[in-house]
């Protein structure tokens, strides 16, 4: 079964440079083992790691013993749809790729947030 976007078509890739995505496949894709719902495609920024990092996770540093390489603004990455609607609510909410950004997105927050933030498909 193909996943589907928050647009209902396909879901496109989000970034492989940095490698995002729950199974690290470059798609904000889940399943039933993905606790924290990586499912929103996010074009990060200075201000939104910032806020990570003050609500205890640092995207910013990186942790190679998780074959992480911390993010810098620009970067695309798949955020748990929890962490990017807390951020929202809070005014530091990113930019949002809405063909690469799950359906379950929706579980979460509404469409019309995410269009809200959309930024372009194409990086």
């Not at 894709?29 to 606790?35: E, F, I, L, V």
């Not at 806020?51 to 695309?76: C, I, K, M, V, W």
């Not at 955020?79 to 609510?89: F, M």
């Not at 379950?104 to 269009?115: K, M, N, P, S, Y």
């Amino acid at each position: 079964m193909t996943a589907r976007n928050v647009l209902g078509t396909a879901l496109d890739t989000c970034s492989t440079d940095p490698l995002a995505g729950w199974r690290r496949d470059g798609c904000c894709d889940t399943d039933a083992a993905d606790r924290g719902l990586h499912v929103v495609c996010a074009v990060v920024t200075a201000e939104f790691l910032d806020f990570s990092r003050q609500a205890g996770n640092d995207l910013s540093t990186p942790r190679p013993e998780y074959d992480f390489p911390g993010l810098t603004p620009g970067d695309r990455w798949c955020l748990c749809a929890g962490r990017w609607e807390e951020a929202r609510v809070a005014g530091f909410a990113p930019g949002v790729v809405l063909e690469a950004t799950h359906e379950r997105a929706l579980e979460v927050t509404l469409l019309g947030h995410l269009q809200a933030h959309a930024e372009a498909a194409v990086s």
